[in-house]
T-cell receptor
């Protein structure tokens, strides 16, 4: 167990819908990262938050947004879902910059 | 931005043999290089990492080497075992200059045949 908790583990929804994925980082970690992993694909960086503020942005679609709350948990919001958004979404956390990032178990999103 | 290339994409070895996975990166400012192992349907797990002030690091059967001049780093697994079968990802980070954003390679599927 990495100490990073993601909910839900599985999510099935229809095209056009909106979902929220939640991540609780390891105790004491200030950074939260979101990654997308499509079937047989690598890990694509979406966005990072550090102590409540957006720190870095990757190839995140405009339909996607995220935030980090004062208690440091983070939510990734995906809207106007398309079939191609089906993927594993991982959250990772680290204490600070340039330190080990630990991944949660992921949320498997299926858009039908 | 940073670009990380990883080779090979698949690697099959006999149990007991060694396996080597290589990555190259483009951004000379990158200074942190972790390796992750991901078993089917599971989360990536950090197995070893190296920083730019070190040329080599070893942990039991796993070692990582870094050549900053050539901008490449490699993962070496010796005495491979069937449980080493997984997808391995390398990554590079510029550290605080980029919020510790990890750029991952495309992954290597390692198959260890008993």
């Amino acid at each position: 167990d990495s100490g990073v908790t993601q909910t839900p583990k599985h999510l099935i929804t229809a095209t056009g819908q909106r979902v929220t994925l939640r991540c609780s980082p390891r105790s004491g970690d200030l950074s939260v990262y979101w990654y997308q992993q499509s079937l047989d694909q690598g890990l694509q960086f979406l966005i990072q938050y550090y102590n409540g503020e957006e720190r870095a942005k990757g190839n995140i679609l405009e339909r996607f947004s995220a935030q980090q709350f004062p208690d440091l948990h983070s939510e990734l919001n995906l809207s106007s879902l398309e079939l191609g958004d089906s993927a594993l979404y991982f959250c990772a956390s680290s204490f600070r910059h340039n330190t080990e990032a630990f991944f949660g178990q992921g949320t498997r999103l299926t858009v039908v | 931005g940073e670009n990380v290339e990883q080779h090979p994409s698949t690697l099959s070895v006999q149990e007991g043999d060694s396996a080597v996975i290589k990555c190259t990166y483009s951004d000379s400012a990158s200074n942190y290089f972790p390796w992750y192992k991901q078993e089917l349907g599971k989360r990536p797990q950090l197995i070893i990492d190296i920083r730019s002030n070190v040329g080599e690091k070893k942990d039991q059967r796993i070692a990582v080497t870094l050549n900053k001049t050539a901008k490449h780093f490699s993962l070496h697994i010796t005495e491979t075992q069937p449980e080493d079968s997984a997808v391995y990802f390398c990554a590079a980070s510029r550290g605080r200059n980029a919020g510790n954003m990890l750029t991952f390679g495309g992954g290597t599927r390692l198959m260890v045949k008993p």
